[in-house]
């Protein structure tokens, strides 16, 4: 969400600048994911570094917090009402398979698809993904092995808040509107789609998002005919619920997460 | 090497740890033996500052470190193979490997490095990529051993390596402590199993309910009538 209104800021600030729209879409990126990265990092330091020890429940309910307060703080800065995309990005249509797909949402899906292997390679391949990987499987013995916690879990947030920024500033182009309460629903189903794909399983989590969208666009589709015109696509939301609560219940390990056993 | 001087640990109100003072010296093994619960654990988390002592000193190579992060020991020489194996269950052997090399940056070292590791245990390089979370419980021991290997450490501290093993695999496990102190280690060894202890050690200690009440030559502690009795068995 404020990676949207910032960027949507930006654009509205350079929208009669002249500049090229490619240009104005970067510079409104780069100060999103700026704005975001520095939120994140401060987030952590103030919310979450404190609670290290603190049990498991503590920084769940920190998180309701601070996405309260966060919404609040949007609110006051950009107001309570919709904010319209401008549409400046040339939109073209395309028929595949006869459903209607547009150039940016072409677009959107190569984003995410970029992000998704950068991330993978970022986590899997390198020092740092070792150490972040480490660090969330244990992090006394991550120290042990000379890894600065608190160094790495600041620098995991900052990534991703970045990485929402850019998601941010994709569903807003999407939707063509921005609003200081977007993050909320986007937020928990998220959280479905990652576990749905099995948290920790950076593709099961895009496969997850994917599937959803999908089981929620059919079943709001066909929701009417469904249920004898009893529930409209209104409805669409339960879907993502449903799913959750059926993947908590009968795969809680998600759709490609593995389970692991640790012995003693 | 490392000069533990009056050593307080505390959980809340309850001292685990009643001030106690030892000495590893350079390239020596040193057992410190005792019954469950007798503090063995707490000490060697204080030392290795995954827990904040409650007062003494430790110092290692002449400089003061109990004030450092536990993050900072590794980059001084410290390696700690901690009770109950610690290995990253979701990372592969290699992985693991590769994190006791985190704080090195030398390319070529660490694969010679891991290349030692895997003959002194052959069995890791065969599963070189299987998660450890998978392996049984004495290729744990051998994947944490060799990870703090991976650091290239002067200074080992092993917290229980034969805790839950079968026999067979102790014995292997301790061959290559033995292999691995020969090759000049220093090395402060934690163990209930004090018979084994005391056989590959030179020194050790005893402690009984957070004070150490005994210290010997391994040798002569084996041959001590309260040592067989209490801790061997006899």
């Keep these: 969400m404020i990676g949207a209104m910032v960027a949507l800021t930006v654009i509205k600030l350079l929208a009669a600048s002249g500049l090229p729209v490619f240009v104005i879409i970067l510079v409104a990126l780069a100060a999103a994911a700026a704005v975001c990265m520095a939120v994140g990092y401060t987030i952590e330091r103030i919310a979450y570094r404190p609670l290290r020890r603190a049990p498991k429940l503590a920084p769940l309910i920190t998180a309701i917090g601070v996405s309260i307060i966060l919404q609040n703080l949007a609110m006051l800065i950009w107001g309570r009402n919709y904010h319209a995309f401008p549409p400046i990005l040339p939109t073209s249509q395309h028929e595949i398979f006869g459903a209607t797909i547009t150039s940016l949402q072409v677009a959107i899906v190569l984003i995410a698809a970029l992000m998704m292997t950068g991330l993978i390679i970022l986590i899997h391949r390198t020092r740092l993904g070792r150490a972040m990987r480490a660090t969330s499987e244990n992090p006394p013995i991550a120290q042990l092995m000379g890894v600065n916690i608190n160094q790495i879990i600041s620098f995991t947030f900052i990534i991703g808040s970045a990485l929402a920024a850019v998601a941010g500033l994709m569903v807003s182009a999407n939707y063509s509107i921005a609003h200081y309460y977007m993050g909320f629903m986007l937020g928990l189903k998220a959280f479905t789609a990652a576990v749905l794909g099995g948290i920790g399983n950076i593709a099961g989590a895009v496969l997850g998002g994917i599937l959803l969208g999908l089981i929620e666009s059919l079943g709001a589709g066909y929701i009417g005919d469904l249920t004898g015109g009893f529930l409209g696509s209104h409805y669409q939301d339960i879907f993502a619920f449903f799913v959750l609560i059926c993947v908590l219940i009968f795969r809680p390990s998600g759709l490609v997460g593995e389970k692991v056993s640790e012995r003693a | ?234």
Excluded: W
């Design chain 2, 1 to 234: 090497m490392l000069e533990v001087t009056g050593l307080r640990v505390a959980y809340g109100g309850i001292q685990a740890v009643r001030g106690i003072t030892f000495h590893v010296e350079q390239g020596e093994m040193v057992a410190l033996i005792g019954a469950n619960g007798a503090g063995k654990t707490s000490t060697l988390k204080a030392l290795s500052r995954l827990l904040n002592a409650a007062g003494g000193s430790v110092r290692y190579c002449g400089k003061e470190i109990s004030a450092l992060e536990p993050h900072q020991l590794v980059s001084e020489g410290i390696a700690l193979v901690p009770e109950g194996r610690g290995v990253f269950p979701r990372m592969n052997i290699l992985e693991n490997l590769l994190m006791g090399a985190y704080s090195r940056q030398d390319k070529a070292g660490i694969a010679a490095d891991s290349a030692h590791v895997f003959s002194l245990f052959p069995r890791l390089e065969e599963r070189a990529q299987q998660l450890a979370g998978t392996l049984s419980g004495g290729e744990q021991q051998m994947l944490a051993i060799g990870r703090a290997l991976m650091s290239r450490p002067k200074l080992l501290l092993l917290d229980e390596p034969s805790m839950g093993l079968a026999p067979l695999m102790v014995q292997k496990i301790f061959e290559v402590i033995r292999a691995v102190a020969e090759e000049g280690m220093t090395v402060l060894l934690v163990e209930q199993n004090a018979k084994l202890a005391l056989e590959v050690s030179q020194r050790g200690y005893v402690m009984e309910s957070g004070e150490i009440t005994l210290t010997d030559e391994s040798s002569k502690l084996l041959a001590n009538p309260r040592v067989r009795e209490a801790y061997l068995g006899e």
